[in-house]
């Protein structure tokens, strides 16, 4: 009997070892928690593809927790340069399956703000891929953007 009880409460424990990966209130799950450094960027426009980021001597990067996103770009002389470039923005996301959708709450490009994007991600080792359509009627902005992204350690 107190075998029986001892071999129950080994395989509980053991079972409760095998879980899933963590995941966050909004169900993202935790490889997406962190510090990305953008690799990559097209803009896709009518057939079109240009490669637009990350220009030469800059740099972004994007950071998500559970439900907040912001990015960054900056260029890498530290603003000496005749056109010094900083942008920022962030707002709220959400990650169902490989659909994410964000909020653009606050933007350096002000216009921007309040806006709704859908994409989708994936995911391979450290490398995230977002894919999505961009479109502001009111700024004449319709473009497929493709950005890739590898996680900083």
């Known amino acids: 009997m107190r075998a029986t009880f001892l071999l129950s409460f080994c395989i509980f424990a053991i079972a409760g070892c095998t879980q899933k ?11 997406l928690i962190g510090t990305w450094h953008l690799v990559s960027s097209k803009s896709i426009i009518k057939g079109d593809t240009t490669v637009t980021t990350p220009p030469k001597d800059q740099e972004m990067v994007k950071i998500f927790n559970g439900s907040d996103f912001a990015f960054f770009t900056h260029d890498l002389k530290k603003g000496k340069v005749d056109q010094p470039v ?10 169902l399956g490989n659909n994410y959708a964000e909020h653009l709450a606050y933007c350096n490009a002000r216009d921007w703000e309040n806006r709704d994007f859908k994409f989708t991600v994936e995911f391979k080792h450290d490398t995230l891929i977002q894919k999505g359509i961009e479109k502001i009627d009111s700024l004449k902005i319709d473009h497929e953007i493709i950005e890739t992204y590898v996680k900083l350690r």
Do not use: M
């Open 86 to 95: 900083f942008s920022a923005g962030s707002g709220t996301y959400t990650l």
């Open 21 to 31: 990966p963590a995941e966050t209130e909004k169900g993202a799950p935790q490889s």
